[in-house]
């Protein structure tokens, strides 16, 4: 004769087919989000880098602005002396 299952021990089967089953559905979300993780932080590096780059090119604009300004000024000293009416003493 064929042994019949009881229900406790069947109702115990779908419960462990349950868990493996959401075991599995937990590893694979893991994985997503490990993937996703990985893609974010490649973007934020990027995104990082640019960003360090950009900064740099200010900051060395920067500094060049006050030699630039002090150029402009006295690249225009000639014309403001003849607008003025500056005479140089003789």
Known sequence: MAARKSPANNHLEEAMALLI???AAFV???ARNDQERLALQIRTE???R???ERFARIEAQLLQLPAK???TVLDQFPRL????GFKSPK
């Open 28 to 30: 694979e979300q893991i």
């Open 69 to 71: 300004i002090v150029q």
């Open 21 to 23: 089953s959401n075991q």
């Open 46 to 48: 990027e995104w990082q």
């Open 81 to 84: 002396k003849k607008e003025i």
């Open 50 to 52: 640019k960003s360090d």
